[in-house]
């Protein structure tokens, strides 16, 4: 008798473990649990219905869990449908077998979908301003995500919520008639925190790239926080102004080769304003020229612009060589012989924009003429023939939201071998080996 007690014992251990391990990595499929799980997404939302497939019931010893996993699922909400790939649910295993069925946590992961059905999914499950300008603002695209919902053991209420995806091929209207296409990103959002990754988009054929994108709510406010970089573009200086809603016209619209490399941050209200944005900026670029009708001779070549936007004001420091626009097709000129030129641009709120410059070159053949060409300063005084001099230049000027020229200042100093007068003045002497220092002031708009 005793022998019979402990082989079935041991033949019970058998089934049990054998049913255990067989619950624990295959499971069993039935149709029975489909009402269970619609159930439980009726808990989140009254008004969702799902189309189902049979359900795959797991046990998890370690989590006491019971899981629940059914795949190709259409999720429906009122009339707008989401596909989805499974759908998994974990249920206290205490509470199954008591009939209680406790929620732990629900997960979704959804098939590729366009971002059109999406936006509509989601408005009608919870209708919001955000989503009202996110649907007339996006076009095509499309979008997968993997979305987990935690509940409270105690309530049974959701407590936390994880969602991650990607997005593809989106495009976004902008105000003006702009676009930005070809949007690309992958994201995490946890509860108030929000991460977006890998971002790639197209603006105005500007190709941007950025590692990473953060947001976090506080209260009623979204601090936003990133960073993004683009890659031998060709582009309109002015239009990187304008992005920053800069009207300054003191580059010409000649497009020139950059590289970006830029780090942002602002608040976005619940009004939707952006409040206290700041932005650093380092820009890379080939040519660079002014517009003509501040001048016409020199032009920036092989230099770096340094961008510090905060609390309305900027600053934008220029690092580059120069060259005359007359010798830009000369390719003989070793870049590492040209000459240096620094400019400072300040811009204050509700204040004119501030230029300060400073330039030299090393001793070269040039028309006298054309250094104070350069500040559109008319002196006939000086002959026209080309001398060899060496200078360094200082000047300042302020630019009125009329763009025009105001308190124009240039200090100079120039040394030059042979100086020669214009001929309807005097043409017995002339100046050499000489210097010459010069001070012009003028308070008068130009």
Same mark, same amino acid.
């Given at each position: 008798?005793?022998?019979?007690?402990?082989?079935?014992?041991?033949?019970?251990?058998?089934?049990?473990?054998?049913?255990?391990?067989?619950?624990?990595?295959?499971?069993?499929?039935?149709?029975?649990?489909?009402?269970?799980?619609?159930?439980?997404?009726?808990?989140?939302?009254?008004?969702?219905?799902?189309?189902?497939?049979?359900?795959?019931?797991?046990?998890?010893?370690?989590?006491?869990?019971?899981?629940?996993?059914?795949?190709?699922?259409?999720?429906?909400?009122?009339?707008?449908?989401?596909?989805?790939?499974?759908?998994?649910?974990?249920?206290?295993?205490?509470?199954?077998?008591?009939?209680?069925?406790?929620?732990?946590?629900?997960?979704?992961?959804?098939?590729?979908?366009?971002?059109?059905?999406?936006?509509?999914?989601?408005?009608?499950?919870?209708?919001?301003?955000?989503?009202?300008?996110?649907?007339?603002?996006?076009?095509?695209?499309?979008?997968?995500?993997?979305?987990?919902?935690?509940?409270?053991?105690?309530?049974?209420?959701?407590?936390?919520?994880?969602?991650?995806?990607?997005?593809?091929?989106?495009?976004?209207?902008?105000?003006?008639?702009?676009?930005?296409?070809?949007?690309?990103?992958?994201?995490?959002?946890?509860?108030?925190?929000?991460?977006?990754?890998?971002?790639?988009?197209?603006?105005?054929?500007?190709?941007?790239?950025?590692?990473?994108?953060?947001?976090?709510?506080?209260?009623?406010?979204?601090?936003?926080?990133?960073?993004?970089?683009?890659?031998?573009?060709?582009?309109?200086?002015? &239009?990187? +102004? /304008?992005?920053?809603?800069?009207? @300054?016209?003191? #580059?010409? $619209?000649?497009? !020139?080769?950059? =590289?970006?490399?830029?780090?942002?941050?602002?608040?976005?209200?619940?009004?939707?304003?952006?409040?206290?944005?700041?932005?650093?900026?380092?820009?890379?670029?080939?040519? &660079?020229? +002014? /517009?003509?009708?501040?001048?016409? @001779?020199?032009? #920036?070549? $092989?230099?770096? !612009?340094?961008? =510090?936007?905060?609390?309305?004001?900027?600053?934008?420091?220029?690092?580059?060589?120069?060259?005359?626009?007359?010798?830009?097709?000369?390719?003989?000129?070793?870049?590492?012989?040209?000459?240096?030129?620094?400019?400072?641009?300040?811009?204050?709120?509700?204040?004119?924009? !501030?230029?300060?410059?400073?330039?030299?070159?090393?001793?070269?053949?040039?028309?006298?003429?054309?250094?104070?060409?350069?500040?559109?300063?008319?002196?006939?005084?000086?002959?026209?023939?080309?001398?060899?001099?060496?200078?360094?230049?200082?000047?300042?000027?302020?630019?009125?939201?009329?763009?025009?020229?105001?308190?124009?200042?240039?200090?100079?100093?120039?040394?030059?071998?042979?100086?020669?007068?214009?001929?309807?003045?005097?043409?017995?002497?002339?100046?050499?080996?000489?210097?010459?220092?010069?001070?012009?002031?003028?308070?008068?708009?130009?």
């Amino acid at each position: 008798m005793r022998k019979i007690f402990i082989t079935t014992f041991l033949l019970l251990i058998l089934v049990f473990t054998i049913l255990t391990i067989y619950f624990s990595t295959i499971g069993i499929k039935t149709s029975k649990f489909n009402q269970l799980i619609k159930d439980k997404l009726i808990k989140i939302d009254p008004r969702l219905n799902a189309e189902l497939e049979e359900v795959t019931l797991m046990l998890d010893l370690p989590k006491r869990e019971i899981k629940f996993e059914t795949n190709n699922t259409d999720l429906y909400l009122n009339n707008n449908l989401v596909k989805l790939s499974k759908i998994n649910i974990d249920i206290d295993i205490f509470s199954f077998f008591k009939k209680k069925n406790e929620l732990k946590n629900i997960e979704i992961i959804t098939e590729e979908n366009s971002i059109e059905n999406i936006l509509n999914f989601l408005q009608s499950y919870r209708a919001n301003f955000s989503l009202i300008l996110l649907k007339n603002a996006f076009q095509k695209g499309s979008a997968k995500a993997k979305l987990k919902v935690n509940f409270d053991k105690l309530n049974g209420k959701y407590k936390s919520y994880f969602a991650s995806g990607e997005v593809m091929n989106a495009q976004l209207n902008l105000p003006n008639n702009k676009k930005t296409k070809n949007i690309n990103f992958n994201f995490n959002l946890e509860d108030e925190k929000y991460e977006f990754e890998n971002i790639s988009f197209e603006y105005e054929k500007l190709k941007i790239n950025s590692e990473k994108l953060k947001v976090i709510k506080k209260n009623q406010n979204y601090f936003v926080k990133g960073s993004f970089k683009s890659k031998q573009n060709s582009i309109s200086p002015r &239009l990187l +102004f /304008n992005t920053l809603n800069l009207d @300054l016209d003191l #580059f010409s $619209d000649e497009k !020139v080769t950059i =590289n970006t490399d830029n780090e942002f941050s602002f608040e976005v209200s619940k009004k939707l304003k952006i409040n206290d944005l700041q932005i650093i900026s380092k820009l890379k670029f080939d040519k &660079l020229f +002014f /517009n003509n009708k501040y001048q016409n @001779l020199i032009y #920036f070549e $092989d230099g770096t !612009v340094k961008t =510090n936007f905060s609390k309305n004001n900027l600053s934008i420091d220029v690092f580059s060589k120069y060259n005359f626009i007359k010798d830009k097709d000369n390719n003989k000129i070793n870049i590492k012989d040209k000459d240096d030129i620094k400019l400072h641009i300040v811009k204050k709120k509700d204040e004119d924009y !501030v230029v300060q410059g400073a330039f030299k070159n090393r001793k070269k053949l040039i028309d006298p003429k054309v250094l104070f060409d350069l500040f559109k300063v008319k002196i006939d005084i000086l002959s026209d023939k080309e001398i060899k001099i060496e200078t360094d230049n200082n000047f300042a000027f302020k630019i009125n939201n009329k763009q025009k020229i105001n308190d124009l200042q240039i200090m100079s100093k120039l040394k030059f071998d042979k100086l020669f007068f214009n001929k309807k003045y005097q043409e017995l002497i002339y100046f050499e080996d000489g210097i010459m220092e010069s001070n012009f002031s003028c308070v008068r708009s130009s």
